[in-house]
């Protein structure tokens, strides 16, 4: 019989991972950055995890690379008013009971839908296990935005930036191509974004905080390093060394100018 444990370690094998180690927190942080008697000093760290983690990784950031600041969660949906307002309700919900810092947003056209949420939430909220983390979120980050129509919604979730986008309508197709900020983006009704916390398949450490604007979720790409390459012949140095001589010496970098001008000089 195959264990738990062994599957890990045999699919780590096939990604051509060599070591693996059973730790968490903040102290693991600190354990990858600068190495233990037992833990080899890493390049990098990459990976969610609570506010004492993710402050660890702000502290050891220059030491090692990260991935990103990240957290709190959170969740922005986009809703054209004609999806079920019990579902609409759960899925922020679902975004709020991570913790009290969660922000859970609906961008909706159509004021009577707000207020069918509104009563959705109101009525499942007690049924909820953690309901008073739930209430907290909800109270003092959930926001309800009425807008004129999707495109605005568009341009408000721009603004936003948020970690998870749903884009609750009947053409989400035709909705896409405005969106330009995103952690990760759930298309249609049935695309809800707990999928996408557990299995639906795309990397789920996304940008938060509005960082969305400039960072993507975690891939391959942040394990990939590039280096500039740089080939001079000596006819392109004769073509490059005034321009680079002349705008050192305007920066009073005489060296720099001398560095790029010996190269010409015949000995």
Sequence with gaps: MVKKGQLVFAAAALAGVTQLYTIGGAQAIAALAYGTQTIEKVDKIAGPGNIFVTVAKKLVFGEVGIDMIAGPSELTIICDGKTNPD??????????????????????????????????????????????????????????????????????SNLIAPEHLEISVEDPDALLDSIDNAGAIFMGRYSAEALGDYCAGPSHVLPTSGSAKFFSALGVYDFQKRSSIINCSEAGAHILAGTAAAIARDEHLEAHALSAEYRLKRR
């Design 87 to 156: 579902w609409i309700a759960m899925d922020l919900f679902s975004q709020a009971e991570h913790d009290e810092q969660a922000q859970s947003i609906l961008i909706a056209s159509d004021a009577g839908f707000l207020e069918e949420v509104k009563r959705s939430i109101d009525r499942l909220l007690p049924t909820m296990s953690r309901r008073e983390i739930i209430c907290e979120s909800m109270s003092n980050r959930g926001i309800f935005i009425q807008v004129k129509d999707l495109q605005e919604a568009a341009v408000v």
